[in-house]
């Protein structure tokens, strides 16, 4: 689970504004924030942390799919 929209809440940051600190497209921040990204590169995650000043736990959350769960 991704809740990098609540990260950019507490900072008063767009992600607009995000993608423009970061370098990283809107396009590809958008797939990001709805989750619907495969990856991340590690240097992307420092850098998003970074503008953020958070940690990558702030942003990110793992949840177990039921298909997970089932093995």
């Known amino acids: 689970m991704v809740t ?3 990260m ?3 900072r008063g940051m767009t992600l607009t504004q995000l993608s423009e ?3 990283i497209t809107l396009a590809n ?3 990001l924030k709805t989750g619907k990204a495969k ?3 590690f240097s992307t995650l420092e850098a998003i942390c970074a503008v953020l000043d958070c940690q990558p ?3 990110l959350a793992f949840e177990r799919s039921d298909a997970a769960a089932a093995r």
Do not use: G, H, T
Request: aromatic share 0%; no cysteine; proline share 0%.
């Open 57 to 59: 736990a702030d942003i």
């Open 21 to 23: 600190a970061v370098d």
């Open 4 to 6: 990098l929209d609540d």
């Open 29 to 31: 921040l958008s797939i």
């Open 39 to 41: 990856a991340i590169r």
């Open 8 to 10: 950019l809440a507490r």
